[in-house]
C-alpha cells in the first residue's frame, strides 16, 4: 500500500533561491510543451459537421505525446545549459504533467470524466516537483538527501516505519514556508477483517447539526473552523483589496491571507484525523453514506458543507482503515433518513423535522440516530423496506431523492 508522510522543510536562503530556480524553469517548459500540444491540436482537427473546400494544410508531424517530448529534454540542456542544474527525472515528471493534464482535457479520467482546458501557469502558479526515485536510504535523522540538489533539513516528527521503501519525494511550497511529501511503499498491511466476524460496527449519519451521529446515539459536534475566520479573514481581505496591485504592501497582504486561510485548513484536517481515529479504535465496521458532496455543494447550503468537509474526512477514514485492516461501508442514502430502523417502514418527514416517530409501531427516535441505525443496517446486509406509511396529517416540502440528513 501507498502511504504519503509530509514533513515540513527547514531550508537556508540559498536553498530557498536554488527551488524558486528549479520552479520558474520548470514552469517556462511545463508552459512551452502546453503550447506545443495546443498548436498540434488547434492545425490538425476541423468542425464536426464539415471542412473547408480550400484550406491551407500545416506540415504534417505526429501528435506529441509523452515519450515524444520527452526524447526533447536532451536538445532542451543543450539550447539552454542553465536547464543542467535540474535533476533529469524532475524534467521528465514535468512532461509527465502536461502529459496527464491534456489527456484529462481530451479523453478524461478513468470514469470518463473531462476536465477543462488546461491552462498556462503564471508566475508564483507552478508550485511543486517531484523526485521519482531516490537512493535506499535518503534520510539520516532529520536530513533528507535529494539527488543532484543535495542535503535538506527536515523538522522529523514523525518517524517513518522500518522496512518501508521512500519511492517519490515531492517539494512543495506553501503559504508558510516549503513542505516535502514523502510516498512510502508499505507491504505489511494487515488482512481485512470479515465483516461477519466484526464485533463491533457502526453507522454514522453525516450531519450539519453534528458533524456526525452514531447509530449508538452518540454525536460528535461540528467545530465549523471557517465560520468562526470569517471575521478575520474578512478584515485580511479588506486589506488585500485596498492595496495597490504589484505592490510589495499587496504582497505581504496576499501572504498574511494565504497563512490564515491555511491555518483554518490544517485545523480541520487535525479535527478529521483525530475523529477518525477514535471511530477507529473503538469500531471494526464503519458504514457511512455515500453522499453527492459536489451536488451539495452547489445548493444554499454550500458554505456550511464545505466547511464540514465531509469528502477529505471519508477519504481520511477509508485510507485509515485499510492501513488498519478494517472497513468502512458506503451505502446509498436514499430513505435513509424516511424509513422506520425499527419496523421498515416509510414515515414522510420534512427536513425541519428532527424526531422520527412512526405511527405503525409507535418507535420514536433521532431523526439522525434513526438515520445512522439504517445505515448500518443497508452495509451489514439487512433490507430496508421503502413502504410509505399514510397519516391523516398532509406533509409539506418531502422532496423525492432526500440527499441530505441534517
Known sequence: MISAYQYRLRLTKAQESEIEKWLDMLRCQYNYLLADRFNWYEQNRCSINSCPLICNLPDLRNNPDYFSQKKT????????????????????????????????????????????????????????????SLSKTPIDGNILTLPKFGKVKMIYHRPIPEGVKIKTATITRKADGYYVTLSVQDDSVPDIIPIDSASNPVGIDMGLKSFLVKSDGSEVP???????????????????????????????????????????????KDFHFKTAKGLLDDHDIIAHEKLNIKGLAKTRMAKSVLDAGWGQFLSILSNKAENAGLVTIAVNPRNTSQNCSNCGTKVLKRLKDRIHSCPKCGYTEDRDVNAAKNILKLAVGHPVSSKAFRVSEPVGGVGKKPTLNL
Open 73 to 132: 529534454l536532451p536538445q532542451l540542456k543543450k539550447d539552454r545549459p542553465w536547464y543542467k542544474v535540474v535533476q533529469s527525472q524532475v524534467l521528465q515528471d514535468c512532461v509527465k504533467k502536461v502529459d496527464l493534464a491534456f489527456k484529462r482535457f481530451l479523453k478524461g479520467d478513468s470514469n470518463g470524466k473531462r476536465s477543462g482546458r488546461p491552462r498556462f501557469k503564471g508566475k508564483n502558479r507552478y508550485r511543486s516537483f517531484t523526485f521519482p
Open 222 to 268: 461540528i467545530p465549523q473552523y471557517y465560520r468562526k475566520a470569517q471575521k478575520r479573514l474578512k478584515k485580511i481581505q479588506k486589506a488585500v483589496s485596498r492595496s495597490k496591485k504589484g505592490s510589495n504592501n499587496r504582497k505581504k497582504a496576499v501572504s498574511k491571507l494565504g497563512k490564515a486561510h491555511k491555518k483554518v485548513a490544517d485545523t480541520r
